[in-house]
């Protein structure tokens, strides 16, 4: 049985092909679109979360752009953990992405690892946000501000980019930090990962 079904979106041939492969390879059902307009289209409500699933999207693509995508998506009340690719490493338009609640975004080219991890993770942390019981009494605790700071470290990003997207200094995102790890009780990045996505 596949681990989760990937909705693959790119206008690139062979980028859809050699992702659609890499991903097959670790264990993901794929179904790959040559534009936004395309998965809409296919994306019947009687897929709508029934089964864990995830949107990988270009930024940049011809008839409709991946911000566009996103935009269209929460108009239509889909919601769906979603990574952006981007081969222009446009940083300002992947910090609006992920203001607008993008998983992550990866610069092409990636390495293999890195897209399926961000997967992993786009999926566990939309499992987390309906998470109840400790992990979610632990997670309560955190301030908006805070809890948007740990969104951004489960997607491994830099202090520097995390400061960026949230608009705040790196001094800032430190002291986030600091005060959210105290709070969940841990000590380090790997138990942090562990109690943000479950598993503690």
């Not at 632990?138 to 202090?159: H, T, Y």
Request: glycine fraction near 8%.
């Amino acid at each position: 049985m596949a681990e989760a079904r990937v909705y693959l979106v790119d206008d690139n041939a062979g980028f859809r092909d050699s992702t659609a492969w890499l991903l097959e390879t670790a264990g993901f059902e794929v179904l790959p679109f040559a534009s936004g307009p395309e998965f809409i289209e296919a994306y019947g409500a009687d897929r709508h979360g029934a089964d864990p699933e995830c949107l990988v999207s270009d930024v940049r693509m011809p008839e409709m752009s991946g911000l566009q995508l996103q935009e269209e998506l929460g108009r239509r009340g889909i919601v769906l953990p979603l990574v952006f690719v981007t081969a222009h490493g446009d940083v300002p338009l992947a910090v609006e992405a992920m203001r607008k609640g993008a998983s992550n975004f990866l610069e092409k080219p990636f390495g293999e690892d890195a897209l399926v991890d961000a997967i992993r993770a786009a999926l566990a942390n939309a499992r987390n946000k309906g998470a109840v019981g400790a992990v979610g009494e632990c997670l309560a605790k955190l301030s908006p501000r805070e809890r948007q700071v740990l969104d951004l470290v489960i997607a491994s990003k830099p202090n520097k980019i995390i400061a960026d997207i949230l608009g705040i200094s790196i001094k800032t995102v430190e002291l986030h930090r600091a005060n959210m790890m105290s709070k969940l009780g841990v000590r380090s990045l790997p138990e942090l990962m562990k109690v943000a996505l479950g598993h503690a």
